[in-house]
């Protein structure tokens, strides 16, 4: 039978319509999601068929940005386009045939691509067709010349090859920056952690495969019954409620972790609410901001029923669903097994042990109790802190230490954007034992209003050498997270109207030597 021929896709949209796309508002962990989707969604519905052929197969989908030649590349190994779906993925807002899938709205590709870069290209082998099927997008030429279709090439190619593999270049201000990887790595492995928990799904970004996200569970006896058996605190979930419906469970964290808590919301197993770091939390289930139940419950639900926001980050019935969460509530305060009764009240134990460890502290505290020797510490801060030319040696020699490693987040503080860099560095010429620098200058593939803040942790200082804990190599995260705190806080402090913040930290650099 010979094959169809395709010779030119349609792109039938007014051309200058993509220029809006370019300012949706997005996320980078989003918009490369939609490539994701349709291969996923490619490969569910063509998994049998390419089995059949290839024993242990499986879908790999690469994701590799290349800031040198400033290009991001997209691979997958799943089914390809064929002939029926070729002109209909193309075509902005054209929905598929079959919408029950991931790509449910047809605008992924086109949209997320455009975001993303000003050019583009898609090579794509069906499997079971002779031919793959090549074609490019140029935005500037699309809007400047009023293009409505695109030319194709066709290669022959053997009928059992299947892939995709999209290439974008001439980048948008969109897309990622190398500080954004770790963060987009995260989310990925969020969004998609019920494909990648299967093992039939591989997803890597610039060569590292993602993890799907895996919480420890709280073991303890019911609160009323301390001594009795360890129960497992996990609530399977199958709800309905008129045209709603939600599967999954939701339980009680083991321990308090940051990001695990609070509930992530699925449809067709694909993560919509809570694959970054804000998960959902309604009052009716969570109760307040802070609360012990709020730290550490946690749950993931398949719901069914409700509307999808367009680019997948939300659901449009807010109301009902929040109406749907406080009927669900019921479920999780049952005699039989009441979550949140354990949730509220397995704190008492906590609190038990928190009393014992307030007790050793008084005691170790007691045991180095010396006012002569806290008068000298504080001394000696004080003169040291005088001695300008002191104070400028060592802070120059933090500043200056070249790091061993450095990790990287983003935030935002009064509509500005700032790189955190914790850097950890290894200088015995200096008593700093941290240090925060304000780069006003940005990085390669940062925005122009980028500003970098760095800290410096210096793992050579004597307070890492004192404390049995450092020693053995134990959680060194605790005091990291103090160090991450005191630099957010010193940038901060200025916007409230405090002078000279920096004073706390030379001063408390010079008193931690002392101890």
């Given at each position: 039978m010979e094959q169809n021929k395709i010779e030119r896709v349609s792109i039938a949209l007014k051309p200058n319509v993509y220029n809006t796309f370019r300012n949706l508002v997005n996320t980078v962990s989003n918009t490369l999601g939609e490539y994701v989707d349709n291969a996923v969604q490619s490969f569910l519905d063509n998994k049998d068929q390419i089995a059949s052929v290839e024993p242990g197969y499986k879908l790999v989908i690469e994701i590799r940005v290349d800031w040198t030649e400033r290009n991001i590349t997209i691979t997958d190994n799943a089914a390809g386009i064929g002939y029926k779906n070729y002109e209909r993925a193309f075509e902005p807002a054209h929905i598929p045939q079959d919408n029950t899938g991931l790509n449910q709205f047809g605008m992924g590709m086109k949209t997320a691509s455009v975001w993303l870069a000003d050019n583009w290209c898609v090579y794509t082998k069906a499997f079971g067709e002779d031919v793959e099927r090549y074609t490019e997008?140029?935005?500037?030429?699309?809007?400047?010349?009023?293009?409505?279709?695109?030319?194709?090439?066709?290669?022959?190619?053997?009928?059992?090859?299947?892939?995709?593999?999209?290439?974008?270049?001439?980048?948008?201000?969109?897309?990622?920056?190398?500080?954004?990887?770790?963060?987009?790595?995260?989310?990925?492995?969020?969004?998609?952690?019920?494909?990648?928990?299967?093992?039939?799904?591989?997803?890597?970004?610039?060569?590292?495969?993602?993890?799907?996200?895996?919480?420890?569970?709280?073991?303890?006896?019911?609160?009323?019954?301390?001594?009795?058996?360890?129960?497992?605190w996990k609530k399977d979930i199958d709800f309905h409620m008129g045209e709603y419906k939600a599967k999954g469970f939701i339980a009680i964290l083991s321990k308090i972790q940051n990001n695990a808590n609070g509930l992530v919301l699925m449809q067709r197993g694909r993560v919509i609410v809570g694959g970054g770091e804000e998960r959902y939390f309604p009052s009716v289930i969570f109760g307040q901001s802070g609360s012990f139940r709020y730290r550490r419950l946690f749950g993931e639900l398949e719901l069914e029923g409700f509307e999808v926001t367009f680019n997948k980050n939300g659901f449009r019935d807010e109301e009902d669903l929040y109406a749907f969460m406080e009927a669900l509530r019921d479920e999780l305060k049952s005699s039989d097994f009441n979550l949140l009764g354990q949730t509220d009240n397995y704190r008492q134990r906590a609190?038990?042990?928190?009393?014992?460890?307030?007790?050793?502290i008084k005691k170790n505290l007691v045991k180095e109790d010396s006012p002569k020797k806290l008068?000298?510490?504080?001394?000696?801060?004080?003169?040291n802190i005088l001695n300008t030319q002191y104070i400028e040696k060592t802070e120059s020699a933090i500043k200056n230490a070249k790091p061993i490693d450095s990790h990287t987040e983003p935030f935002v503080l009064n509509n500005k954007n700032y790189n955190l860099r914790i850097e950890m560095v290894t200088e015995s010429a200096t008593d700093a034992l941290y240090s925060v620098i304000r780069e006003e200058t940005p990085s390669l593939f940062d925005t122009a209003d980028t500003i970098s803040i760095v800290c410096k942790i210096n793992l050579a200082h004597p307070f890492f050498t004192r404390y049995e804990q450092f020693k053995k190599g134990n959680d060194y995260m605790p005091i990291i997270s103090i160090f991450k705190a005191l630099t957010l806080a010193e940038i901060m402090a200025p916007e409230n109207g405090t002078k000279y913040a920096s004073n706390i930290r030379l001063l408390f650099n010079q008193y931690i030597i002392q101890q």
């Open positions: 997008f140029d935005l500037k030429k699309v809007t400047s010349e009023g293009r409505e279709d695109l030319l194709v090439k066709e290669t022959p190619k053997d009928k059992t090859d299947h892939y995709t593999k999209i290439v974008l270049y001439n980048l948008s201000k969109n897309a990622p920056s190398i500080n954004q990887m770790d963060k987009i790595r995260r989310h990925l492995s969020s969004i998609y952690r019920k494909f990648l928990r299967t093992n039939e799904i591989e997803i890597i970004v610039n060569g590292e495969r993602l993890e799907a996200p895996n919480y420890e569970i709280l073991k303890a006896p019911y609160y009323k019954d301390p001594h009795g058996k360890e129960i497992e609190k038990e042990e928190q009393t014992a460890i307030s007790h050793k008068t000298r510490h504080v001394q000696n801060v004080a003169n």
